[in-house]
Structures are given as structure tokens and as C-alpha cells.
């Protein structure tokens, strides 16, 4: 079975608790762990970008069901890649506020040799408010 990455961006349809992000994160690692998916989770107080790994059918059943979930809206996937192997294999799903650990969005320097995955490269840009989502957050917030 073909081992894929997916990763999208959405907008949230209303600011979401720290207690609801814990009980997300929760119930996306349980999930996840059963199904052989990992990945990475932001979320800026707007937006969301996840990065999903696993077997291609488990992810675009998990995708199918994120599209659904009324927590956001305007999920759009930006890239779907098979891998050789996975960038977040510890992880059966990290999830970073970034609006709560401004220690995130500290740029780290990486070695120059080291050629970083794409995942990685847009987690960087999420992070460091390198995307547009202006007309997005009119929509969501007013």
C-alpha cells in the first residue's frame, strides 16, 4: 500500500479553547494510532494546516471526514505526495497553537545541507505568517 502525505488548510468557524484544542488532539491521536496515520497539526486562532501520513485509503477516508467537520470550513488540500517514509513518525498527531506559543515562530536555523521536506517547508510558512488568509478571515470573523 502506498504510503502519502496530505496536507491542507482551513479556516475555523469559530476561535477555538485551549480545552477544546486539548480534547481535539486527544481524540486525533486515538484515532489516528488505530488507523496508522500521523502527522502535525497548526493552529494560528484562524486557521488550521495539517499534515496527514499514512496508507492513501486511511487518509482520504480521515480527509473526507475533516471536510466534514463543522469546526472549519473552506478546507482545501494544498499537496498530496506519496513518500518514501514518514517526516512525523513519532507523532500520531502534534498539535501547536501558535497563538499561544509565540516561542514557535522563532526562526531556527537549519543546516544548509539539510534538505527539508516539503511538509516542513509549509508548517514553516503557516508558522511564520507567510500565507494570505485575509479575504478567509473577513468571512469566518467579520
Known sequence: ??????????TV???LSDEQLVE???????TNQLNGISGMLLYDGHHFMQV???ERDHVERL?????????????VALIINELPKRNFA?????????????SYRKVKTTRPHRR?????K???????QEMEFEERVRKSFG
Request: one cysteine or more.
Open 1 to 10: 500500500m502506498a504510503l502519502i502525505e496530505l496536507i491542507y488548510v482551513s
Open 13 to 15: 468557524t469559530a476561535p
Open 24 to 30: 481535539l488532539n486527544r481524540f486525533c491521536k486515538s
Open 52 to 54: 496527514i501520513e499514512g
Open 63 to 75: 480527509y473526507k471526514n475533516i471536510q466534514q467537520d463543522p469546526r472549519h470550513t473552506e478546507v
Open 90 to 102: 513519532r507523532w500520531s498527531m502534534g498539535v501547536i497553537d501558535l497563538s499561544k506559543h509565540p
Open 116 to 120: 527539508l521536506p516539503l511538509s516542513y
Open 122 to 128: 509549509l508548517l514553516k510558512s503557516f508558522r511564520d
